[in-house]
């Protein structure tokens, strides 16, 4: 009920403030070889979650043009995910951007259907850039910075440092401190705070206090936030490592309380500023979700208490996407909803199914290990079905490839193509095929992951039907 409140608060906070301010953008260009594509582009609602959020969709006509309006009310970061390639630029209020993007080069099967296949990141071009513009700043700077970055890198990891940092910045900010941008002046300053980390890796609490104590927090610049994250990635172990920094974090974790683990971080003098110490737990609870030396219930109901006092409306909104990465696919929890088609164009939603289970499963028909397990769903659908509902998403590139294999084999459970919703593979946070979930009549996961039908699933089902007098 708290989170509902504070959401509805939320909403209000941002339409009557920063939608007043806001002002359009527009994205157009020329790009023959994405005709008839959509092309989407993103944001990041924070950069603790890394939360995508559609800012602006449009089409690619016959003869290549675009154009795509959205709007936003300070220098933003907008990133397109485009074949093999993941684009991105900095986009200003009230300017338009004509944008040239790199030929169309799709994933192959094998990239599409690798979980861990990393798009290449390119900062786009844009027509007729002028020196002084953001884009050309950043990128230039860039070039340089990374030029470095990875030499500093290994040097680090040699053991024997002998990379000059500060020579190195002071050559830089020659070439690029004459222009007059806040925006570039902090995200040049942060890139040099991310290349003194990596070189000196055993200096943090430094760094810390010298670029995050009593500063500004500058929640939308990616070279702040990016080291941000890493300054304080898992800065509850990180904190915990004395003996009485065990017992502290420990405690305050245990006894569910916030305003105790606020005074047990509070003993760093980097976070005397609360408004930091409130970010750093904000990202110290995103992380000790995926550790299981924590208790998740626990970094719930601390997570809550911290919703429910903030007053920070960048917290309350990165408090919300925890809250909603970390609990959508936990046992007892509602998964995120979904509308797929059938081979024969019919729209299906998770709810079609409510009463009965559903045996939910993430697949290819190019999968061997799925061609495999096929078989053995066909005999547990066949001798569940009156309580069990089988739906096999199929990840196939084409829906075409789907009903070929349907008219080979005649399966008769629901088989579903992701092709209106490919989002529902990261939905699922789906790494591998099959991946499997079982869930409730009341549309609640059980069972997160679930067993395959090689794993046992089927007498795992029997026990569970029988223990709740259904058999």
């Not at 154009?67 to 390639?85: M, Q």
């Not at 208490?305 to 996407?321: D, F, M, R, T, V």
């Not at 196939?396 to 008219?407: A, K, N, R, T, V």
Request: aromatic letters at 14%.
């Amino acid at each position: 009920m708290v989170f509902l409140k504070k959401t509805l608060q939320l909403i209000t906070i941002f339409l009557l403030a920063p939608l007043a301010l806001a002002a359009q953008v527009t994205l157009s260009g020329n790009a023959p070889s994405y005709a008839g594509e959509e092309l989407v582009f993103f944001k990041y609602a924070d950069y603790v979650t890394q939360t995508e959020e559609v800012v602006a969709r449009c089409n690619v006509d016959e003869k290549g043009n675009f154009k795509c309006d959205l709007k936003v009310d300070e220098i933003t970061y907008v990133f397109n995910h485009l074949g093999i390639y993941r684009i991105y630029l900095f986009v200003e209020p009230q300017k338009n951007y004509q944008l040239v993007l790199p030929e169309h080069e799709p994933k192959t099967e094998q990239q599409r259907l690798n979980p861990y296949f990393r798009e290449v990141d390119l900062h786009v071009g844009i027509a007729n850039m002028k020196p002084n513009d953001l884009n050309y700043l950043i990128s230039t700077f860039d070039l340089q910075f990374n030029q470095h970055f990875d030499d500093i890198v290994k040097d680090a990891y040699s053991g024997n440092p002998t990379m000059p940092i500060d020579s190195l910045t002071a050559k830089m900010e020659g070439l690029f401190s004459p222009f007059n941008n806040p925006f570039f002046d902090s995200y040049r300053n942060y890139r040099y705070g991310l290349l003194s980390q990596i070189a000196l890796m055993q200096q943090s609490r430094s760094i810390s206090s010298n670029y995050f104590e009593n500063k500004p927090i500058l929640y939308n610049n990616p070279a702040y936030m990016e080291l941000f994250n890493l300054l304080f990635d898992k800065y509850f172990l990180f904190f915990a490592h004395s003996d009485s920094g065990t017992s502290d974090i420990d405690r305050a974790t245990n006894r569910r309380s916030y305003s105790q683990l606020k005074r047990t971080l509070a003993q760093d003098d980097v976070l005397a500023n609360d408004t930091l110490l409130e970010l750093v737990i904000l990202k110290g609870l995103h992380d000790g979700f995926f550790d299981d030396r924590f208790s998740r219930g626990a970094l719930l109901a601390i997570l809550d208490s911290l919703y429910s006092q903030s007053l920070i409306p960048e917290h309350l909104l990165i408090a919300e996407n925890i809250r909603s990465k970390v609990t959508r696919l936990l046992p007892g929890f509602v998964p995120a909803p979904f509308e797929l088609y059938t081979i024969d164009e019919k729209l299906v939603k998770l709810n079609d199914f409510e009463g009965k289970y559903v045996y939910l499963n993430f697949c290819s028909t190019t999968s061997y290990t799925c061609l495999q397990e096929f078989p053995l769903l066909e005999t547990i659908y066949e001798k569940y079905k009156k309580h069990l509902e089988i739906v096999t998403i199929a990840v196939d590139q084409e829906i075409g490839d789907l009903e070929l294999f349907l008219g080979q084999t005649n399966y008769e459970w629901t088989f579903l193509h992701y092709g209106n919703k490919p989002d529902i593979v990261r939905d699922f946070d789906i790494r591998a095929f099959p991946t499997y979930f079982l869930i409730g009549p009341d549309r609640r996961l059980i069972t997160s992951p679930a067993p395959s039908p090689k794993e046992n699933f089927e007498q795992q089902f029997f026990n569970m039907l029988r223990s709740r007098g259904k058999l």
